[in-house]
C-alpha cells in the first residue's frame, strides 16, 4: 500500500478523484454513466496518440509530427473510402491499409532520427511541414462528409458492445498491446534502458538505433490506428480538425508522469494524463466557464503540473546523492 | 580558402536569390523587392529570438503568442485612445511580462523549457482570447501604420532598418558581452557553467526576457502593417522560426550559432516563399519546401561529417 501511495501515477488518480467530486457538485450530469462514456470516446485519438508518444519521451525524444500524420492518414483514408465496396471486407482493409501507411511515415522519421542522427524535434518539425503543405495542397482544406463513407464503415462506427462504444475497446486494445511490448518483449525493454543511461544500454549491447527506429515507426502506426478512430468519431474527415493536437498529447503524457529525460513512464499513467485533460475539459464546459478562458486554465494547470513534476523529481535526485555520500 | 558553415549558407541564400529572380517573374521588380524587405522583419526577429533560445538548449514554443499578447497589448492602448509612444512601450511591457513568467519557470524551478512554454503557449493563448473574444481589434490610425508600411529617406522600409539595429545588438550582445559568451558556454555545459562561477538562472532569465523583448518588436510591426491584430498572429512563424535557426547552422542541443547563419536562413525561406508565390504556387506548397530543405540539409550535413572524418581517419593511418 506505501509503494502505491509513492508512486507517480497515484498523485495523478488523487487530482482525478478531487476534481471528479468538484464536478459532481457542481453539476449533477457529470457523474452519468452516458457523460463519462462520451468523454471516454472522445479523446480515444488523443489516448493513442498520448500512449505511443509516451514510447518516444521515454526514450527522451520528441515527435511533433502525430496529428499531421494522423491527418495524412485520415485524408488517404477518405481518398480510398470512394472506391471501396460496402461490405466488411472494406473494414478489414481499411485496418490493414491506414496502420501501413502511419508505420511507413513514422518509420521515415525513424530512420532519420536514428541512423542520419538529425534530432527528433528537428526532423519531425520537418515531416509536420512537409505532410500537412501536401495535406492542403492535395485537399484544397476541403472537408470530407460521410455520404462517400461504406456503410460497414459507419455500423462499424456506431457499433457498441455491452453499451460501451466500439472505439474504447479500439483505445483499450492499443493500451494492453503497448503495456505488453514495453514489459514483456526485448524490444520494449531495450526502449526502456536506452531512455534511462544510452552509455550503459550501448555497452550492454542494447542496439539504440533499432529501438529508436522502432518507437517512431510504432508511433506512425497508432497514428494510423487513430486516424480511422478519428474518422469513426467525426464520420467525417477534416484536414484541418487536429491542428495543435500534438502539444494537447505531449502534455498529457507529461501530466502522466512520463519523464522528459527519459527512463520512465507507463501506459496507464498516460492513460491517467489524458483522462485528466479531458475531464477538466468536460468539467469546465459543465460548469458553464466561458470557452475564452478555458485555454488559460488549461495552460495553467499544465504549467503548474510541469512545475510540480520538476520539483519533485529534483528531491528525488537531491536525496539519492545523499545516499551516496552516506554509503 | 576555407568557407565557414555560415558562409557557404550565404552563398546558398545568394543562389536562390538569384535563381528565383531567374524563373520567377517580377521577382527582380521594385514593387516586389520592396514588399519582400517589408515582409522580412517580423520573421525575421521571431527567428533571431528562436536562436538565442535554442544557443541555450531550450527552445520556445510560446513565442508567437508572446508576439500576439503583446501586439493586443499595443491595440488596446491605441484603441483607447492613448499616444503611440504609450502603445510601443505597453507592447514591449506585456512581451518582457511573459519572457519574465517562462524565464522565472525555466531558470528558478528548472522545468525544460519545452515543456514550460508548451503550457504557457496554451495560456497565452487563452488570455489573448480572455480579452478579444476571439475577435480581431482593428483601426490604429495613419501615424502607427507608418512603423511597419512607412520609409525612411523615402526609400528603405522602417522596419528592415529596425530589423538591422536588432540583428547588429543581437550579435554584439551575443559575442562581445560576458552575458554571451555564458549562453555559449551554458549551451555547451550547464555544469561546467555553474561551476566556473557564472549564476545560471541570471543567464536564463536574461535570454527570456530578451525574446520577450524581440517578441514584442516582431509584435509591432506585424501589427502596424496589417493594422489589426488577431489571436493568430504570427503564428505561422512558430515551426518557421525554429527552422530558421537549425538551418542556420544553430546546434538544437545549445552551444552553437551564429546570428548571420540566422539571418541566412531568414533570408533563404523568405526568397522561397515569395518566389513560389509569384510562381502561382500554391501557398501549401511553400510549407513542403521549407520542410524539405530543412531535412534535406541535415542529411546532406551528415554525410559531410562522415566523409570528413573517414578522411581524417585514412589520413592519420596513412
Same mark, same amino acid.
Given at each position: 500500500m506505501k509503494s502505491l501511495l509513492k508512486q507517480k501515477e497515484f498523485s495523478i488518480l488523487a487530482i482525478i478523484i478531487v476534481i471528479s467530486i468538484i464536478l459532481s457538485i457542481v453539476s *449533477?450530469?457529470?457523474?452519468t454513466i452516458g457523460n463519462l462514456l462520451d468523454v471516454v470516446e472522445g479523446n480515444v485519438v488523443m489516448g493513442i496518440l498520448a500512449i505511443g508518444m509516451t514510447l518516444i519521451i521515454i526514450t527522451s525524444d520528441i515527435d511533433v509530427s502525430v496529428a499531421a500524420i494522423t491527418t495524412a492518414v485520415a485524408v488517404s483514408v477518405g481518398a480510398l473510402f470512394g472506391y471501396l465496396p460496402d461490405s466488411w471486407i472494406s473494414l478489414v482493409i481499411i485496418f490493414l491499409i491506414a496502420p501501413i501507411i502511419g508505420l511507413l511515415i513514422g518509420s521515415v522519421n525513424g530512420f532519420l532520427v536514428s541512423k &542520419?542522427? &538529425? *534530432?527528433a524535434i528537428v526532423v519531425t518539425l520537418g515531416t509536420l511541414n512537409i505532410i500537412n503543405g501536401l495535406v492542403l495542397y492535395f485537399t484544397n482544406g476541403r472537408y470530407l462528409n460521410s455520404t462517400n463513407f461504406p456503410q460497414a464503415f459507419l455500423s462499424f462506427s456506431n457499433m457498441e458492445i455491452l453499451g460501451i462504444p466500439i472505439l474504447i475497446f479500439v483505445l483499450a486494445i492499443v493500451a494492453i498491446l503497448t503495456w505488453y511490448i514495453l514489459k514483456h518483449t526485448f524490444i520494449g525493454r531495450s526502449v526502456m534502458a536506452i531512455g534511462g543511461n544510452q552509455q550503459s544500454s550501448i555497452r550492454v549491447g542494447i542496439n539504440y538505433k533499432k529501438a529508436k527506429l522502432f518507437v517512431f515507426a510504432y508511433m506512425g502506426f497508432l497514428c494510423g490506428i487513430a486516424a480511422i478512430a478519428q474518422t469513426a468519431y467525426t464520420k467525417a474527415v477534416d484536414p484541418n480538425g487536429l491542428l495543435g493536437l500534438e502539444l494537447m498529447v505531449i502534455a498529457a503524457v507529461v501530466l502522466g508522469g512520463t519523464n522528459i529525460h527519459g527512463g520512465r513512464g507507463t501506459v496507464h499513467g498516460t492513460l491517467l494524463g489524458v483522462l485528466l485533460l479531458a475531464l477538466m475539459q468536460n468539467g469546465m464546459i459543465l460548469a458553464r466557464i466561458d470557452t475564452f478562458w478555458q485555454n488559460v486554465v488549461t495552460g495553467a494547470i499544465i504549467v503548474f503540473a510541469v512545475s510540480y513534476d520538476h520539483i519533485s523529481y529534483k528531491r528525488q535526485q537531491e536525496k539519492l546523492a545523499k545516499i551516496e555520500v552516506e554509503a | 580558402m576555407k568557407l565557414s558553415k555560415e558562409n557557404i549558407l550565404g552563398l546558398i541564400a545568394l543562389g536562390t536569390f538569384l535563381l528565383m529572380s531567374l524563373i520567377a517573374p517580377g521577382f527582380l521588380g521594385s514593387n516586389n523587392l520592396t514588399n519582400f524587405l517589408f515582409q522580412l522583419p517580423e520573421f525575421g526577429l521571431l527567428a533571431l529570438a528562436m536562436m538565442v533560445v535554442i544557443l541555450t538548449g531550450g527552445i520556445d514554443l510560446s513565442i508567437t503568442y508572446v508576439a500576439a499578447l503583446s501586439g493586443v497589448g499595443a491595440a488596446l492602448m491605441l484603441t483607447n485612445g492613448f499616444s503611440i509612444l504609450t502603445a510601443v512601450l505597453v507592447a514591449i511591457l506585456f512581451g518582457v511580462a511573459c519572457g519574465a513568467f517562462n524565464g522565472f519557470v525555466v531558470s528558478?524551478?528548472?522545468?525544460?523549457a519545452i515543456l514550460v512554454t508548451l503550457g504557457t503557449m496554451v495560456l497565452f493563448e487563452g488570455v489573448i482570447l480572455a480579452i478579444t473574444k476571439g475577435n480581431s481589434i482593428s483601426g490604429f490610425g495613419d501615424t502607427y501604420s507608418l512603423i511597419g508600411n512607412g520609409y525612411y529617406l523615402g526609400v528603405i522600409p522602417l522596419s528592415f532598418l529596425i530589423f538591422i539595429f536588432f540583428v547588429i545588438l543581437t550579435a554584439i550582445l551575443l559575442n562581445k558581452t560576458s552575458w554571451g559568451r555564458s549562453i555559449y558556454m551554458f549551451g555547451n555545459n550547464d555544469v561546467a557553467t555553474l561551476f566556473s562561477g557564472i549564476k545560471n538562472s541570471r543567464v536564463l532569465m536574461k535570454v527570456y526576457l530578451y525574446v520577450g523583448l524581440l517578441a514584442a518588436i516582431s509584435a509591432i510591426i506585424m501589427t502596424s502593417r496589417y493594422n489589426s491584430v488577431k489571436v493568430d498572429l504570427g503564428s505561422a512563424y512558430l515551426l518557421q522560426s525554429v527552422a530558421a535557426a537549425v538551418l542556420g547552422g544553430t546546434n538544437i542541443h545549445g552551444g552553437y550559432g551564429k546570428v548571420m547563419g540566422t539571418v541566412y536562413a531568414v533570408i533563404i525561406f523568405q526568397t522561397i516563399s515569395n518566389g513560389l508565390n509569384l510562381l502561382g504556387a500554391h501557398s501549401a506548397i511553400v510549407d513542403v519546401f521549407i520542410g524539405s530543405i530543412l531535412i534535406i540539409v541535415l542529411t546532406l550535413n551528415f554525410f559531410s561529417d562522415k566523409f570528413k572524418k573517414k578522411k581524417e581517419t585514412q589520413a592519420s593511418t596513412a
Open positions: *449533477p450530469a457529470f457523474l &542520419i542522427q &538529425i *534530432p | 528558478k524551478i528548472g522545468v525544460p
